[in-house]
């Protein structure tokens, strides 16, 4: 059973280009979870969707990110516009339902670097 | 204040040594607790739960004192492979439930030989 995936693993994008971040969950999990992971922090949470349909975006910045977990594929974290301080690691989690972190499984993250 | 507290570190020891570390959180209606762990540039992966009542596994044992807000993790015979960061995490109640996880900044252990 493969775990959680995400892709890609590391990502450059240039200051104004648009980051794309994509999670596929464990199979048979419908709940995906984001965090950031700024350097030399904790991680945040993000934002929390269930298949079509967004929970909790509480994390989220107000403007430029956006998610979305579609019926079908995997759940994709959009930020437009980079700005260097976006520059982090990205993780996604997947749980089979809501729950606490015991149900929660974590990919390897995307590392993104803006320049 | 930050929702979850932690000495970063780095907590430096000797091989077989026992180290504590300590965590405080603000929310009192914090739901669950636990402790993960993190290696360089990898993803956090669960260690255990922390219950008030303690809880142990192998070397590691977790206690949470809900009065004190605090929570605390006991490394005993640390082995080199123990090296990694330590995050203190908290899933509050007032999240609605979602799950969502409130981590703390991490604590560093190095054992050396």
């Known amino acids: 059973n493969a775990g959680v995936m995400q892709n890609p693993r590391h990502l450059v994008r240039r200051r104004g280009q648009e980051a794309r971040l994509r999670c596929s969950p464990m199979?048979?999990?419908?709940?995906v979870y984001w965090y950031r992971q700024l350097p030399e922090e904790g991680l945040k949470f993000m934002v929390y969707?269930?298949?079509?349909?967004?929970?909790?975006e509480s994390g989220m910045p107000k403007e430029r990110f956006s998610a979305e977990f579609p019926k079908e594929g995997p759940s994709i974290l959009r930020i437009q516009q980079v700005v260097r301080g976006d520059s982090a690691a990205y993780f996604c989690?997947?749980?089979?339902?809501?729950?606490?972190?015991?149900?929660?499984?974590f990919g390897p993250g995307t590392r993104l670097t803006v320049t | 204040r930050k929702e979850v507290e932690q000495d970063p570190g780095p907590f430096n020891v000797p091989e077989g040594a026992t180290v504590a570390f300590n965590c405080t959180y603000s929310?009192?209606?914090?739901?669950?607790f636990f402790w993960y762990r993190q290696d360089c540039r990898k993803e956090p992966k669960l260690l255990m739960s922390?219950?008030?009542s303690g809880n142990e596994d192998g070397r590691f044992t977790a206690q949470l004192n809900r009065a004190s807000q605090y929570i605390s993790l006991l490394i005993r015979d640390s082995k080199l492979s123990d090296s990694a960061t330590y995050l203190c995490?908290?899933?509050?109640?007032?999240?609605?439930?979602?799950?969502?996880?409130?981590f703390g900044q991490g604590t560093t252990l190095q054992v050396k030989p």
């Open positions: 989690a997947s749980s089979p339902g809501t729950g606490g972190a015991g149900e929660q499984y």
């Open positions: 199979k048979g999990h419908s709940h």
């Open positions: 969707l269930q298949k079509e349909n967004i929970i909790d």
């Open positions: 929310n009192s209606a914090s739901q669950s």
């Open positions: 922390v219950y008030s």
């Open positions: 995490v908290v899933c509050p109640l007032d999240s609605g439930n979602t799950g969502k996880l409130i």
